[in-house]
């Protein structure tokens, strides 16, 4: 018999697409953390002029 060696799924793509995916991910997060606390800052120091 012969044995089929067939490789069904491919890791190294799956896993550099996986790790690309998740960089993206966690520059978004740091973007929106950023923006708030910039946003946070600028509403106190308004409130405190007036």
Known sequence: M???NIPL???GNGVI???V????VVIL???TISWMSK???NGNEN???E
């Open 29 to 31: 997060i740091g973007v």
């Open 2 to 4: 012969h044995i089929l």
């Open 9 to 11: 799924v491919d890791w």
């Open 47 to 49: 409130e405190n002029q």
């Open 39 to 41: 946003g946070s800052k």
């Open 17 to 19: 697409m996986i790790g």
């Open 21 to 24: 995916f998740a960089l993206v």
